[in-house]
C-alpha cells in the first residue's frame, strides 16, 4: 500500500525490475482510471498487487480482489498514509487479511499513530532503524541555508537560484495547489523548463510532468507535499522550500528529496515573516543553526556567494515570453465575497474583452449621425433669442409661486389659539 499514485507507480516499476528473473507479475491499482483493465488482469492472476489504500479496498469488497491468499502485507510511507485520512481504509484491509500473514511497515518518522498501529495488528513487532552513523534526522550530505523573504520577492530568488553553477534538477515545494501552480507559470514566463504536479491535474498529466522531470526535459518541478511524497528521482541537486513547512517532519520530507545515495545537495528554505516563530520551533527540535535566519532579498550579496550564483544575475533568461494560457478562476481579483473588486458590476469579469475596450470607443462609421434641436413648450428655440427669452418666462413662475406661498402660522402661548400671521404686501 502507497498513500499516493506516483509512489505506486515508482514502487511498481522497481519491483518489475528486481523481479526480472522470477518473472513475477505486478499489477499496479488506484483511483483515477477505469476498473476494467483492473478487473481483469486481478481475474488472470497476479503475484504482487501495489496501490492506494481506497482502490485496494474498493476491489477488496467488491469481490476481485481475493486477500485470502495474502501472504504479506507491506505499508510504504505508513506516516504519511495516516496523516492522509488513509487509517480507515488501512485497517479494513488489515481485517480482510489472513491471520498467519507478515506485516512490514516503512515510515521516515515514528509518531504515536504508527507505534499503535503496530501493536495494535502486529505481534511482537521488530522495530529496525536506518540511519548514518551520526544518527542525524537530515542528511547530512545536504547543505541547508535558510532565508528571511518577502513573499513577493520570492519568485525572483528562486529564478536566481535555477542560474546557479551547480543546479541540475530543482524541485520546488508549496503548501497548496494554487501556489504551486501559480509559482510553475511564473518560472515558465521567466524562460524556465518548469512542470507542477498536485492535485488540480489529472493522473495522465502529474505522470507526464514527472516522466520529463526524470528524464531530464524538465528542470523546475513545482510540487505539492501529497504529489510529491516519497518520490525518488535522481539527480536532484537543489530542494526549495517556497514557504516554511508545517512541522519538523515535513521539512525532513522535503530535503530528503536531494543527498541520496551518497550525493551532494542543497535545501533552501524561504520564511516568511509571519512564519518565523513556527521555523523557530521546527530548528529546536531539529537541533540546527538556523534559530534566526538572515533577512534576504534577490538582490542580497550573501545570496550570490553563499549558492554560488554568478554576478550580473538576473530573474528572467534572455529571449523569455510569457505564454498565453487560460485565465482560472482563482486569477481573479475580487472573484470571491470581500474581494476588491467585488461589487463593480458584472462586466469586471469580462476580463477577455478588456483588448477591445478602446475600439469600443471610436465612433462607427455605419452609425448615423443624430440630429438635435432645442424645444421648449413643444417649439423650436431659436439660438439667439435663447438667453433673452428665458428672464421673462421665469417672471410669471415666481408670480405664481407667490400665489401658492403657505401661509405662517403664530403660535400664542398662554392663549390656546393660533392666528394667522400677517403677511406685509410687497
Known amino acids: 500500500m502507497c498513500p499516493t499514485r506516483e509512489l505506486a507507480l515508482q514502487v511498481s516499476k522497481d519491483l518489475q525490475v528486481a523481479s526480472t528473473i522470477r518473472k513475477a507479475r505486478v499489477l499496479t491499482v488506484y483511483g483515477g482510471v477505469g476498473y476494467d483493465a483492473q478487473v481483469d488482469a486481478l481475474t488472470e492472476g497476479v503475484d504482487v498487487v501495489v496501490g492506494t489504500p481506497g482502490r485496494l479496498k474498493d476491489l477488496a469488497e467488491r469481490?476481485?480482489?481475493?486477500?485470502?491468499?495474502?501472504?504479506?502485507?507491506?505499508?510504504?510511507?505508513?506516516?504519511?498514509?495516516?496523516?492522509l485520512g488513509f487509517l480507515p481504509d488501512v485497517?479494513?484491509?488489515?481485517?480482510?487479511?489472513?491471520?498467519?500473514?507478515?506485516?512490514?511497515?516503512?515510515?521516515?518518522?515514528?509518531?504515536?499513530?504508527?507505534?499503535g498501529l503496530a501493536r495494535a495488528h502486529m505481534h511482537q513487532p521488530i522495530n529496525v532503524r536506518a540511519e548514518g552513523h551520526d544518527a542525524q534526522a537530515?542528511?547530512?550530505?545536504?547543505?541547508?541555508?535558510?532565508?528571511?523573504?518577502?513573499?513577493?520577492?520570492?519568485?525572483?530568488?528562486?529564478?536566481?537560484?535555477?542560474?546557479?553553477?551547480?543546479?541540475?534538477?530543482?524541485?520546488?515545494?508549496?503548501?497548496?495547489?494554487r501556489a504551486a501552480q501559480r509559482l510553475s507559470d511564473e518560472l515558465?514566463?521567466?524562460?524556465?523548463?518548469?512542470?507542477?504536479?498536485?492535485?488540480?491535474?489529472?493522473?495522465?498529466?502529474r505522470e507526464k510532468a514527472l516522466?520529463?522531470?526524470?528524464?531530464?526535459?524538465?528542470?523546475?518541478?513545482?510540487?505539492?507535499?501529497v504529489a510529491a511524497r516519497g518520490i525518488d528521482v535522481t539527480g536532484v541537486s537543489h530542494v526549495i522550500n517556497h514557504e516554511c513547512p508545517e512541522d519538523a517532519k515535513t521539512y525532513v520530507h522535503r530535503i530528503g528529496r536531494t543527498g541520496r545515495a551518497g550525493h551532494k545537495g542543497i535545501a533552501i528554505t524561504l520564511v516568511d515573516w509571519a512564519d518565523i516563530v513556527r521555523w523557530k520551533t521546527i530548528n529546536k527540535a531539529l537541533e540546527l543553526s538556523f534559530d534566526d535566519p538572515v533577512e534576504t532579498y534577490s538582490t542580497?550579496?550573501?545570496?550570490?556567494?553563499?549558492?554560488?550564483?554568478?554576478e550580473g544575475t538576473k530573474g528572467k533568461l534572455a529571449g523569455a515570453q510569457p505564454k498565453d494560457r487560460p485565465k482560472r478562476d482563482d486569477d481573479r481579483r475580487g472573484g470571491g465575497r470581500g474581494g476588491r473588486?467585488?461589487?463593480?458590476?458584472?462586466?469586471?469579469?469580462?476580463?477577455?474583452?478588456d483588448e477591445g475596450v478602446e475600439h469600443s470607443r471610436e465612433p462607427r462609421k455605419d452609425r448615423p449621425q443624430r440630429s438635435r434641436r432645442r424645444l421648449k413648450n413643444g417649439e423650436p428655440v431659436?439660438?439667439?433669442?435663447?438667453?433673452?427669452a428665458s428672464a421673462p418666462a421665469e417672471a410669471p413662475k415666481s408670480e405664481e409661486q407667490g400665489e401658492h406661498k403657505p401661509r405662517r402660522r403664530r403660535r400664542n402661548r398662554g392663549k390656546g389659539s393660533t392666528a394667522p400671521e400677517s403677511t406685509p404686501e410687497a
Open 188 to 205: 515558465e514566463d521567466r524562460g524556465f523548463n518548469a512542470a507542477s504536479i498536485h492535485g488540480d491535474l489529472n493522473q495522465a498529466m
Open 382 to 388: 431659436a439660438e439667439g433669442s435663447e438667453q433673452t
Open 63 to 83: 469481490g476481485t480482489l481475493d486477500l485470502s491468499w495474502l501472504r504479506m502485507l507491506v505499508l510504504d510511507e505508513a506516516d504519511e498514509m495516516l496523516d
Open 91 to 115: 485497517e479494513r484491509l488489515i481485517a480482510m487479511a489472513p491471520t498467519d500473514r507478515q506485516m512490514l511497515m516503512f515510515s521516515a518518522t515514528m509518531p504515536s499513530a504508527i507505534i
Open 211 to 225: 516522466k520529463r522531470f526524470r528524464a531530464g526535459e524538465v528542470k523546475v518541478l513545482v510540487a505539492t507535499d
Open 300 to 310: 542580497s550579496a550573501h545570496l550570490y556567494t553563499d549558492l554560488d550564483i554568478p
Open 341 to 353: 473588486d467585488a461589487g463593480r458590476g458584472r462586466g469586471r469579469e469580462k476580463s477577455s474583452e
Open 138 to 177: 537530515t542528511v547530512p550530505d545536504t547543505t541547508q541555508f535558510v532565508y528571511q523573504a518577502h513573499n513577493l520577492d520570492k519568485p525572483e530568488i528562486i529564478a536566481r537560484v535555477l542560474q546557479a553553477s551547480d543546479v541540475d534538477k530543482v524541485m520546488v515545494f508549496c503548501k497548496t495547489k
